[in-house]
Nanobody, 114 residues
């Protein structure tokens, strides 16, 4: 069973940047797709980034496209989310998740002040 620990969240002003990290345990990392989700208070959890197992293909919804970048380091079993030009509406708890796994970590809180 894969487990993850998200980190890197914090309080930032609008227009600022943060880099989130997701450290995974277990032997299966490099052969899976990985995702970042977020959940704002009172809202459903939404997908904000996907990186396929090859590392060469990524996906972003329009709400974050051009501002967020997902990447992975298979040697470190870590997935990253670089978030630039942050907006107050990006405020949420951010989670990473491996495809095919039901495990959710504790997430990391991102708060963007206006």
């Amino acid at each position: 069973q894969v487990q993850v620990v998200e980190s890197g969240g914090g309080l930032v002003q609008a227009g600022g940047s943060l880099r989130l990290s997701c450290a995974a345990s277990g032997r299966t990392f490099s052969t899976y797709d990985w995702h970042w989700f977020r959940q704002a208070p009172g809202k459903e959890r939404e997908l904000v980034a996907t990186i396929l197992w090859s590392g060469r293909t990524t996906y972003y919804p329009d709400s974050v496209k051009g501002r967020f970048t997902i990447s992975r380091d298979n040697t470190k079993k870590t997935v990253y989310l670089q978030m630039n030009i942050l907006k107050p509406e990006d405020t949420a708890i951010y989670y990473c998740k491996r495809s095919g796994s039901d495990y959710w970590g504790q997430g990391t809180q991102v708060t963007v002040s206006s």
